[in-house]
């Protein structure tokens, strides 16, 4: 049985491509896993710039969640925030993950503030989404449920794109489709196997072209026996899913904990 | 601006509640920390037992240490590139409070204004390239791992902050820290955070991150982080 989360991990690692330099930070588990996922089969090239490290060495998501400073030991170099906000603006990044709480029919996204009957639900900020959308190569949104809450007709509030240069997002990525925009709608470019057209329409917020599009073929066995023991072993990628989210989160406790008793005390330092 | 003509001298050890006091009414303060690490809650605290109002209050990655600040009535607008509890989720506390002024920034935005007053310029492009002026607040609070008897500031050597925090309290007029503990001579490997002469007055805290963590002493508290939401 190929879990949704796991199926969407595994369609974002094959968006990347070997030589791509990717800029990932561990507060997007899914996002981490796609990008250790891809580095571990089809991009062995792949150059990850994460907080604090130039290609961190570990494959395995739960050890940068344990520990802020799990990325230094073994990279090739290590990262500021400034470096890799350099790296950004001049250019050199190629591809970058981002979760929106709302995408729209321009595929705008909104990470800021949700209208409720209730009043405004302020959401977690921009961070560096507008900045990503119009200084990184290719900026892939994912959204762990495709539903008519989260793909709407409008986002209620616009956080990317922002600039004058009209750049959006290259794609989205759900657990049913792939998306991406032409003449200016967002479209459908690709749906799961097992979900039709129908379906895809009925859980948008917007009016799609139903036209039949490629299948996106399933986690393959080796993709997913990656995912499963070299990527993911504690299946911290339900952290972003609902639907598992307490066993994750008491992973990532036991995570913590452990982490800090093994975590090189201050006086042992070289 | 910093008064330049004066030279700077050792910090000024004192109480968490001497700390606080130099938080005064209607101050712009600027925080560091990670959304689930290192942050000077224990500050904090006393900010907010202190009664002080009409603050500006400012981080980049906010958490906990906005919560408290504005559940206390502390903050009149906060300022943020990110407001949430990480892989915890958003911040719950305050998601529906409408009664502070919110200005949202952007990443690129944010460092620009702190880099252009670390680099002496009056303002430094945005993503977008559009002029950032140069960042000035009244107080800066960070949490660090140590201090040692000339009053220079220690981190963590596998902190990923060094640089953040340097770049904020360099922004700041008075810059007041919290450490877990005071040590002298330094461990050998501790990573030189600030030296004496940057920093206004700290105090000892152990623990005073907590419930958040801290890299090399203490984990997050995740049932804590996850309880009734309004922190203590």
Redesign the interface.
């Known amino acids: 049985m190929i879990g949704t989360m796991e199926r969407l991990t595994v369609w974002m690692a094959r968006c990347l491509r070997d030589g791509d330099v990717a800029v990932v930070g561990v507060g997007t588990p899914v996002a981490l896993a796609a990008v250790l996922l891809a580095r571990a089969t089809h991009a062995p090239r792949l150059r990850i710039m994460m907080p604090g490290a130039l290609d961190p060495v570990h494959a395995r998501v739960d050890i940068y969640l344990g520990s802020p400073a799990a990325s230094v030991a073994g990279a090739a170099a290590r990262l500021s925030r400034i470096d890799i906000l350099d790296a950004i603006a001049a250019g050199e990044v190629t591809v970058q993950f981002v979760r929106p709480a709302q995408v729209d029919a321009q595929l705008r996204l909104n990470t800021e503030l949700l209208a409720t009957p209730s009043g405004p639900l302020h959401l977690v900020g921009p961070v560096a989404l507008p900045d990503v959308v119009e200084r990184v190569g290719r900026v892939i949104a994912y959204l762990p449920n495709h539903d008519i809450t989260t793909l709407v007709a409008s986002v209620d509030a616009v956080t990317a794109p922002r600039g004058s240069t009209g750049r959006a997002v290259s794609s989205v990525v759900t657990p049913l489709a792939q998306l991406s925009l032409a003449s200016g709608r967002a479209v459908v470019t690709a749906r799961a196997a097992d979900t039709g057209m129908e379906e895809i329409r009925s859980r948008t917020g917007f009016p799609l072209d139903m036209a039949e599009r490629p299948v996106l073929a399933e986690p393959a066995a080796d993709e997913l026996a990656a995912l499963r023991t070299a990527v993911d072993p504690l299946r911290l990628i339900g952290l972003e899913d609902s639907r598992c989210r307490d066993d994750a989160r008491r992973t990532l406790a036991e995570l913590w904990a452990g982490a800090n008793t093994r975590h090189r005390p201050l006086e042992a330092a070289p | 601006m910093i008064d330049r003509t004066e030279p700077r001298t050792e910090p000024v050890r004192c109480t968490l509640d001497e700390l606080a006091a130099l938080v005064g009414e209607g101050d712009s303060v600027v925080g560091g920390g990670?959304?689930l690490?290192r942050k000077p809650l224990a500050l904090l605290r006393a900010v907010a037992r202190s009664g002080v109002r009409g603050l500006t209050y400012s981080a980049f990655l906010a958490s906990l240490d906005a919560e408290l600040l504005v559940s206390a009535g502390c903050v009149a607008q906060l300022e943020?590139?990110?407001?949430?509890r990480?892989?915890?989720g958003?911040?719950r506390p305050?998601?529906?409070?409408?009664d502070v002024v919110?200005r949202?920034?952007?990443?690129?935005?944010y460092?620009a204004a702190l880099?252009a007053r670390a680099t002496g310029v009056d303002a430094l492009p945005?993503?977008?390239g559009e002029p950032v002026p140069a960042a000035m607040y009244d107080v800066c609070v960070l949490h660090a791992?140590?201090v040692d008897a000339a009053g220079n500031v220690y981190a963590?050597?596998?902190?990923?902050?060094?640089?953040?925090d340097r770049?904020l309290a360099g922004a700041a007029r008075r810059v007041l820290v919290t450490v877990e503990r005071r040590e002298d001579p330094p461990?050998?490997?501790?990573t030189l955070l600030l030296p004496a002469g940057s920093v206004t007055a700290y105090a000892v805290a152990p623990q005073g991150a907590a419930p958040l963590?801290m890299?090399?002493?203490?984990?997050?508290d995740?049932?804590d982080l996850?309880g009734s939401g309004v922190p203590r």
């Open positions: 990670l959304p690490w943020y590139g990110y407001l949430g990480d892989v915890l958003s911040s305050l998601a529906r409070r409408s919110r949202c920034r952007t990443e690129f935005e460092w880099r945005d993503a977008f791992s140590l963590d050597p596998l902190d990923l902050m060094e640089e953040d770049l461990p050998s490997g501790a963590g890299s090399g002493a203490y984990p997050p995740l049932a996850l």
